[in-house]
């Protein structure tokens, strides 16, 4: 995929979620359907495969967060429904798994970062969209949880070692319910000790 393309699906996805949350009520569903709606619309018909359908995923995303933060919303309290659409999108057309869920947890973090937003509440919010389409994607919600959690703290550690401990301290428990998995060490590779 060309840059081109990756522009024109961000700014698209963008377009699309800023349309649907304008004038709604309920804006956590505009939200999910918005997102679903994008990444059916982006990957029927494509013959992408792998990394470029998690690409896909990915710029799709990146175009919601910046959709939400133009008009003026919380991103970190859209990540929930961020994921949960991206998911079910991606489902819809037979698409999702586990890189799926862990790609599209790290592409909430590194967007909400960009924009400014609360990287530990992205998280959050990822992780509970995670549990949330769990079943659809034929997972456990435990293993929804923990690549969501895992995806998250990556991008964090992409960022900078405030927003790992950010992450970090947001997954630290339970969510919704189910307790997170986080696998470490995520630091940043700026930040990482030489091997003696």
Known sequence: MNSR????LVTEARDYVVSAIQGVGDVAGAI????????????????????????LVVDTIT???????????EVGSAARSIMLGALRGTQEVGKAGVETVSASAAALVRGTSEVGGNVGQAAKGAVEGAIAAARDLGMTAEDAAAAAGSGALRAAGEISSTAVDQVRSVLTGTISGVKVVLKEPFRPEKEKKPKT
């Open 32 to 55: 999910a359907d918005a997102m679903s709606g994008a990444l059916v619309r982006a990957l029927r018909g494509t013959r992408a495969t792998g990394a470029e359908i998690i690409a």
């Open 63 to 73: 175009g919601a967060i910046h959709g939400v933060a133009e008009v003026g919303g």
């Open 5 to 8: 393309e990756t522009k024109n």
